[in-house]
């Protein structure tokens, strides 16, 4: 969420600004809603959806033109804690299975 700051400008209406947040945060807030139905209820929901959504940013990202190597360094920087989160949904899940 914090890269969406980007739509503060100077000469922007608050309803421009507003409407920027919001669409720059739409995949925060969809994650924020698959967290909180997969806390309790259904955490394979929340280990696939956080697995897949770090493989889509880099999917996205190797679909780039100007792709390069060391991009993958950095893109791990973002799509690691949603592999992590994934991951960690999916070991709770088997843990509590026994």
């Not at 897949?52 to 190597?69: D, T």
């Not at 690691?80 to 070991?91: K, M, Q, R, S, V």
């Amino acid at each position: 969420m914090m890269f969406s700051l980007d739509v503060f400008e100077p000469g922007r209406s608050a309803g421009e600004i507003a409407v920027g947040l919001f669409m720059h945060n739409i995949p925060a807030l969809i994650l924020a809603a698959i967290l909180a139905i997969s806390w309790k209820k259904y955490p394979v929901l929340g280990g696939i959806t956080f697995i897949f959504g770090g493989l889509f940013y880099i999917a996205m990202l190797a679909r780039n033109p100007q792709f390069e190597w060391f991009m993958l360094s950095w893109s791990l920087l973002i799509s690691g804690p949603a592999f992590l989160i994934g991951i960690l949904f999916l070991i709770g899940l088997h843990k509590n299975k026994n």
